[in-house]
């Protein structure tokens, strides 16, 4: 599984309602990151984390919040669900430093607004 | 920003024929592409990349070309079997010192091969 893990694996959650997806990584890479991939949309990128403490925007952030107290961690809230954040929610994780420059992926999250 | 276009967005050959998928960049500063192969109900999965102080690179059936000058690279796969189908991403990202890493993708390619 590449030492990442997302949870929960499929969520259907209610319009309003606050939920929150988790990502954790067994190694201790800096950068993580949060995609949503929709059909005709590929993977577009909400946000990202360079370490601990250190986050960014990406393409879509509106309507999601992010925090990275733990370098492992790396949750994404929706604040108050919409029917337009259903999705397929991956979460990836980069090692930064000498030759290796791939991104792994987490299995993903299937989220379902109704 | 960096903004990546794909085509075809799909694309059906018989088994045994070659497919080429297609993607352009925008910001010059990128210098590393990868390919992502994503199975239905996958992750994406990292199945060949290229930098750009390189032209082609070759794995097996496998190759990617880069064209730094028109900003566009390649995907080519020979001789595809029926498990090659699946959706193929392309993208692109600045790597090196202080960058960020974050990569951005193309809308993807549905390869169907047909027995």
């Known amino acids: 599984d590449a030492g990442i893990t997302q949870s929960p694996r499929y969520k259907i959650t209610e319009t309003g309602r606050q939920v929150t997806l988790m990502c954790h990584q067994t190694?201790?890479?800096?950068?993580m990151f949060w995609y949503r991939q929709d059909l005709g949309h590929g993977l577009r990128l909400i946000y990202y984390?360079?370490?601990?403490?250190?986050?960014d925007k990406g393409e879509v952030p509106d309507g999601y919040v992010v925090s990275r107290s733990k370098t492992e961690n790396f949750p994404l809230t929706l604040e108050s669900a919409t029917r337009s954040q259903t999705s397929v929610y991956f979460c990836?994780?980069?090692?930064?430093?000498?030759?290796?420059?791939?991104?792994?992926f987490g299995q993903g999250t299937r989220l379902t607004v109704v | 920003g960096e903004n990546v276009e794909q085509h075809p967005s799909t694309l059906s050959v018989q088994e045994g024929d070659s497919a080429v998928i297609k993607c352009t960049y925008s910001?010059?500063?990128?210098?590393?592409f990868p390919w992502y192969k994503q199975e239905l109900g996958k992750r994406p999965q990292l199945i060949i990349d290229?930098?750009?102080?390189?032209g082609e690179k070759k794995d097996q059936r496998i190759a990617v070309t880069l064209n730094k000058t028109a900003k566009h690279f390649s995907l080519h796969i020979t001789e595809t079997q029926p498990e090659d189908s699946a959706v193929y991403f392309c993208?692109?990202?600045?790597?090196?010192?202080?960058?960020?890493?974050?990569?951005?993708f193309g809308k993807g390619t549905l390869l169907t091969v047909n027995p």
């Open positions: 290229i930098r750009s102080n390189v």
């Open positions: 190694w201790s890479h800096s950068y």
């Open positions: 984390s360079a370490a601990a403490d250190i986050t």
């Open positions: 910001d010059s500063a990128s210098n590393y």
């Open positions: 993208a692109a990202t600045h790597n090196s010192g202080g960058s960020n890493y974050k990569l951005t």
């Open positions: 990836a994780i980069k090692p930064t430093g000498g030759r290796n420059t791939e991104a792994f």
